[in-house]
Structure formats: C-alpha cells, structure tokens
C-alpha cells in the first residue's frame, strides 16, 4: 500500500537552530515525493519535489530508498520558516498526491 | 490568472442539509482533485478528474459527489451532510498526470456540520 508518514506532530526549535522534519514512504515502484508548505492563512503551496533536486528557502530533502525516507532539512531556522509542513508522495501516470500527517514546525525567537 | 478559487470561504450546514463546494481553475490544467485536511490527518483525497468528463474515487469519497462538466469547474456537493464532514476542504488542480507536476491549491473551505 501507498503510504506517506511523518511522525512527529510538532517541531519546536530556536531560531539559527538545525532542523530535519522527518518523512518515510511506502511505495511498490519508484516513487515521486514532494514536500508542501503551508504558512498561517495561506494556502498549500510547493516547497521543493526530488527530482528537482533543488534547495529553496534553504531546505533541502534527499530522497533515500534504501530507509525510504525523504526528510526535510534545514542548516539554520528562521522564524518565517514556522509553518505546515506536508509530504506527499505522487502516484505516478494519475497525478494523485498522497499526503503525510503534516508536521507543525515552530521556530522560536 | 487568478489561479485555483473556491467557494464559499465558511460555511455552517445543519445534518442533513445538501450543499455544493465550487471550485474553478483558470490554467487549462487536466487534472483537478478534492482534499479535506483534519488534524492529525493530513490532506486525505475525496475525488478527482484527469479530465472533463472523467473522475474517479479517492480515499474517502462517501458522502461527496463531483462532476467535471467543463475543465475550468470541479464542483464538490454534499448529499447529505454529517457532523463528520466538518472539516477544512481543498480543491487542487495540475497540469497534467504526470507524476512530477506541481500541484496548485485553492484557498480552501472551512465546513461546519451541525
């Protein structure tokens, strides 16, 4: 079965701290994952797919299919980083995004 | 573009009202999809469409109907709502079904079952 999972609920840090939300997946095939942000009142958006192999915003997630992971880092927290993190996982030839439980990320001052 | 719009923003529904969720996208994407977000949950899909007049179940689709008349539209209706369709729901749309595609989301709906 497709699955996303992310295991904690609730990230708090300090601000200039490292931060890795964590994200394994369950997926019979080679799988297509993305992480997804959502600030305070506003909408889902991107942050970053694997494929892209990109860094935005400073994050970064490296696709590991050997613990089937794709956890989200980030070398030094801002305060603007606090959001809704989602990771989702793309059901390849239908377009359907299967979505993790979220994790709250709170960066304090 | 205005992009991906839904509405109404709020709503509050009594058990056993019947409503329609609008969702319209300008970007000619094929692909469009409903999600309801709960705590704890994630997003969870309900329905989606690869295209006008194609669309198929999601994980939990008892309770909603859908229909894809046109590309632009993807309306979402409530047969018959239950306390258990509160929920913040979210309409989405991508350019095609290629697993690669971003995904671009509407604003949302916060529902309340009475």
């Known amino acids: 079965a497709q699955r996303v999972t992310q295991p904690e609920k609730l990230l708090s840090v300090f601000k200039g701290a490292p931060v890795e939300l964590k994200c394994n997946y369950s997926?019979?095939?080679?799988?297509?994952l993305f992480w997804y942000v959502q600030y305070s009142r506003q909408r889902l958006q991107l942050l970053l797919r694997?494929?892209s192999r990109e860094s935005i915003k400073g994050f970064t997630a490296d696709l590991n299919k050997g613990e089937t992971s794709f956890h989200l880092k980030k070398p030094f927290a801002q305060e603007e980083d606090s959001a809704m993190y989602y990771c989702?996982?793309?059901?390849?030839?239908?377009?359907?995004?299967?979505f993790g439980q979220g994790t709250t990320l709170q960066v304090k001052p | 573009n205005a992009g991906v719009t839904q509405t109404p923003k709020f709503q509050v529904l009594k058990t056993g009202q019947s409503m329609t969720l609008q969702c319209a996208q300008d970007?000619?994407?094929?692909?469009m999809s409903w999600y309801r977000q709960d705590p704890g949950m994630g997003l969870r899909l309900i329905h989606y469409?690869?295209?006008?007049?194609?669309?198929d179940q999601g994980e939990v689709p008892n309770g909603y109907n859908v229909s894809r008349s046109t590309t632009e539209d993807f309306p979402l209706r409530l047969l018959s709502a239950a306390p258990s369709q509160t929920s913040v729901y979210f309409c989405?749309?991508?350019?095609?079904?290629?697993?690669?595609?971003?995904?671009?989301f509407g604003p949302g709906t916060r529902l309340t079952v009475l």
């Open positions: 989702a996982l793309s059901s390849s030839n239908t377009g359907k995004l299967i």
């Open positions: 694997h494929i």
């Open positions: 469409s690869v295209g006008a007049g194609i669309t």
């Open positions: 997926y019979s095939g080679s799988p297509e």
């Open positions: 970007m000619n994407h094929e692909y």
């Open positions: 989405a749309s991508t350019r095609g079904t290629s697993g690669n595609n971003e995904q671009f």
